[in-house]
């Protein structure tokens, strides 16, 4: 069987949330009461993003700089991505975060192949727009991370899973195998669910090792 790595970006390939940092910088506080109505499970993640990002009115210079000077990559990215490509495991992100900043970053270090599924953002002075495009082309309000893993098992993949955060619960759960940090951590351990911690993504490249060798 074919296999995929599908992995969260902010927090996880990032050792800080790009997306919160951004929002820290260029709006008020105002952007935390969103992301608590978020996380309790009382707005989706478009109306989240949409309504924190459009306080956002810088241009895209300031912006790129911005990320530029503080975005920091998790340790071993670069091991992970060779690791993949040395094994015929085809390795994609499907993000929660935008996609100017994910692709810039992954440009400044060399790794732009990478497919990237993310928030599609238009910079504007007045405002980011953002949207959701799942697999279908369809503009999503919620779930947008699962949709892709399920399109991903349909198209015959054994996904392995990495992430850090809520949104990375849904599409965990339908993942064949789990490495996990911070918040899917502590639900996978609460839920009694099978899943591999890891620090670093060095931990993911050993653990990928080990899972590789003992595939039936």
Known sequence: MKTLIQSDFDGTLTQEDVSYQILDAFTGSDWRQLLNEYQEGKRPVL?????????????????IKFVESNARIRDGVYELVDYCSR????????????????KLILERLGLEKIPVFAAKTRLSLSGMGISY???????????????YTSSFLKAGYRVIYIGDGLS??????????????????????????SCESCVNLRDVVKGLEFWRHNQP
Do not use: W
């Not at 495009?133 to 779930?143: A, F, M, Y």
């Open 47 to 63: 109306s989240f993003t949409r309504e924190a990002f459009a306080m956002v009115k810088e241009d895209g210079e300031t912006l």
């Open 87 to 102: 094994n015929g495991f085809h390795f994609v992100i499907v993000s929660n975060g935008l996609d100017f900043y994910i």
């Open 133 to 147: 495009l799942g697999p279908d082309g369809r503009e999503l309000d919620d779930g947008f991370k699962a949709a």
């Open 168 to 193: 990375d619960i849904q599409p965990a759960r339908l993942a064949h195998h789990v490495f996990a940090r911070g918040v899917l951590l502590e639900f996978f351990k609460e839920a009694n669910l």
